[in-house]
């Protein structure tokens, strides 16, 4: 039984997010926006703290790690095209959990990561308290789908959220890096 050098660093890329926090190789650090409607949208959800560099000293060099804010479990782990893309749940607005987005990375050799803007974000009704936990699938026409629980209003006497789940499909598959998602309109397609 073998295993090849890049699925052996692809299995460790996704180790060491979850074991150390993830780490994006400071001075590689591309930031890559799409048009002004999305920027905007970009920094309305307060995602907007990358012109801060005291930061960058002091982040690991082999790990992905977020600019600021808060950064749990990875979700959809897929390769398409040569490009590895890795989503995580990401808090860009606090220190600490709060109603997630799913950040969104990119590689080519799962060393050097270019870090994108958030792919989903709590905008919608139905998942206003957080994209949670998902994963990614390639269906039968290799368009990616990514599939999250999308966290409603919350249930007090639960103890918790109204739990639903949701989609999302790249806005254009020309683009390599599949930098815009579009939620897909019969969200939500699973509820509590």
């Given amino acids: 039984m073998g295993i090849s050098v890049k699925s052996l660093l692809f299995c460790l890329a996704a180790s060491c997010f979850v ?25 309305r959800a307060g995602c907007d703290n990358f012109t801060n560099d005291q930061w960058q000293p002091l982040r690991p060099g082999y790990h992905i790690t977020v600019p600021y804010g808060w950064l749990n479990d990875p979700h959809g782990l897929f ?45 919608q009704p139905y998942d206003r308290g957080g994209v949670w936990s998902g994963s990614a699938t390639i269906d039968n026409e290799g368009v990616p789908v990514l599939t999250y629980t999308a966290a409603g209003s919350s249930v007090p006497e639960y103890g918790n959220f109204f739990q639903q789940q949701a989609a999302a499909v790249p806005e254009d598959l020309s683009d390599p890096l599949l930098q815009r998602w579009r939620k897909l309109g019969s969200n939500p397609f699973l509820t509590q």
């Fill in 19 to 43: 074991i150390c926090g993830g780490g994006l190789p400071t001075r590689r650090l591309q930031q890559v926006r799409a048009g002004a409607e999305d920027l905007a949208a970009f920094r």
């Fill in 79 to 123: 390769q398409r095209n040569g490009t590895t893309h890795m989503f995580f749940q990401y808090n860009p607005r606090a220190l600490a959990w709060g109603a997630p987005f799913w950040g969104h990375v990119v590689s080519q050799d799962l060393v050097h990561w270019t870090w994108l803007p958030p792919a989903l974000l709590p905008d």
